[in-house]
């Protein structure tokens, strides 16, 4: 078996992407050897990381062989895929195959990318195929680990934008309700801590948040952030796809246990420190 002391190479999936992109950064920072693996090299994400060092691997996970072939001699992969609300299966049928060619292959260590809720709620597709995604591998015997992010700090890039000199934020839910949420970059943190510490980790999944605020509490933020007002405007009526989700953050939503997570990672971002890294063009 391939062990972390002989091996240190680790398949990030999807390195082009939010996620896989914060993942490959974190694990090329803590001394791992990464295999970037995209589609297409040519992305200037990709050409960034092989800049720091990854390894460009490039393979389909529509593609078995290629699959194959990017797993071959790694420690351990890190599968994420992406939702498509034009053919929801897709998501399920990609992870399911990754997750087949980790077993064929022997991976030492697999961390499988979910959602925060996805074991509790089915009401949205984008939940329940991450759900049918875990218990796929969980069925194959795969030595797992599941992180479940909850609501992306950086989806407020897209929901606030500038107009006239001011912020105008598009509210999804309740704006007195709080959401637990994450920045990105965590996601890569709490990926590359998994990988390092296995027999804690292995066959356990973990909810992930560092911050739980309102959204009149994140308006009021940006507005001392930035100076200038922020105004809430009620946007549900334009998610109609995601509406089932909005509402479940608000009767139900997350569960992560912060407090224990910052234990984990002392430098867990909150909304704070994550809004200080932005700028007023981030939002234009």
Same mark, same amino acid.
């Given at each position: 078996?391939?062990?972390?002391?002989?091996?240190?190479?680790?398949?990030?999936?999807?390195?082009?992407?939010?996620?896989?992109? /914060?993942? +490959?950064?974190?694990?090329?920072?803590?001394?791992?050897?990464?295999?970037? %693996?995209?589609?297409?090299?040519?992305?200037?994400?990709?050409?960034?990381?092989?800049q720091?060092?990854?390894v460009?691997?490039?393979?389909?996970?529509?593609?078995?062989?290629?699959?194959?072939? +990017?797993?071959?001699?790694?420690?351990?992969?890190?599968?994420? =895929?992406?939702?498509?609300?034009?053919?929801?299966?897709?998501?399920?049928?990609?992870?399911k195959?990754? +997750?087949?060619?980790?077993?064929?292959?022997?991976?030492?260590?697999?961390?499988?990318?979910?959602?925060?809720?996805a074991?509790?709620?089915? !009401?949205?597709?984008?939940?329940?195929?991450?759900?049918?995604i875990?218990?796929?591998?969980?069925?194959?015997?795969?030595?797992?680990?599941?992180?479940?992010?909850?609501?992306? %700090?950086?989806?407020?890039?897209?929901? /606030?934008?500038?107009?006239?000199?001011?912020?105008?934020? =598009? !509210?999804?839910?309740?704006?007195?309700?709080?959401l637990?949420?994450?920045?990105?970059?965590?996601?890569?943190?709490?990926?590359?801590?998994?990988?390092?510490?296995?027999? =804690?980790?292995?066959?356990?999944?973990?909810?992930?948040? !560092?911050?739980?605020?309102?959204?009149?509490?994140?308006?009021?933020?940006?507005?001392?952030?930035?100076?200038?007002s922020?105004?809430?405007?009620?946007?549900?009526?334009?998610?109609? =796809?995601?509406?089932?989700?909005?509402?479940?953050?608000?009767?139900?939503?997350?569960?992560?246990?912060?407090?224990?997570?910052?234990?984990?990672?002392?430098?867990?971002?909150?909304?704070?420190?994550?809004?200080?890294?932005?700028?007023?063009k981030?939002?234009?």
């Amino acid at each position: 078996m391939i062990t972390m002391e002989n091996n240190k190479n680790i398949l990030v999936m999807g390195a082009s992407g939010n996620q896989g992109n /914060a993942v +490959a950064k974190s694990l090329l920072s803590n001394g791992w050897i990464v295999h970037a %693996m995209t589609r297409n090299p040519n992305q200037s994400a990709i050409k960034e990381l092989e800049q720091d060092g990854a390894v460009i691997v490039q393979a389909d996970m529509n593609d078995k062989q290629s699959l194959i072939e +990017a797993m071959e001699n790694v420690y351990g992969v890190y599968s994420v =895929q992406s939702f498509d609300p034009k053919d929801p299966d897709k998501e399920v049928q990609q992870g399911k195959m990754v +997750a087949d060619v980790a077993k064929q292959v022997g991976t030492t260590h697999f961390v499988y990318g979910s959602a925060a809720g996805a074991e509790k709620y089915s !009401g949205a597709d984008n939940f329940a195929s991450k759900w049918q995604i875990e218990e796929y591998i969980r069925a194959l015997d795969l030595p797992y680990t599941i992180l479940r992010h909850t609501f992306f %700090m950086e989806n407020f890039t897209g929901f /606030a934008k500038v107009q006239d000199d001011k912020i105008v934020m =598009q !509210g999804f839910m309740d704006s007195e309700i709080p959401l637990q949420m994450l920045a990105v970059q965590d996601i890569g943190t709490f990926t590359a801590i998994t990988f390092s510490q296995p027999k =804690q980790y292995i066959g356990k999944a973990m909810e992930l948040a !560092g911050e739980e605020i309102t959204l009149n509490e994140i308006a009021k933020k940006l507005s001392e952030k930035f100076e200038v007002s922020c105004e809430i405007v009620d946007a549900r009526k334009k998610f109609q =796809q995601m509406m089932k989700m909005f509402e479940w953050f608000e009767y139900e939503g997350y569960e992560a246990n912060i407090a224990e997570l910052r234990k984990v990672n002392p430098q867990l971002l909150n909304f704070d420190a994550w809004l200080q890294q932005l700028e007023w063009k981030d939002f234009t």
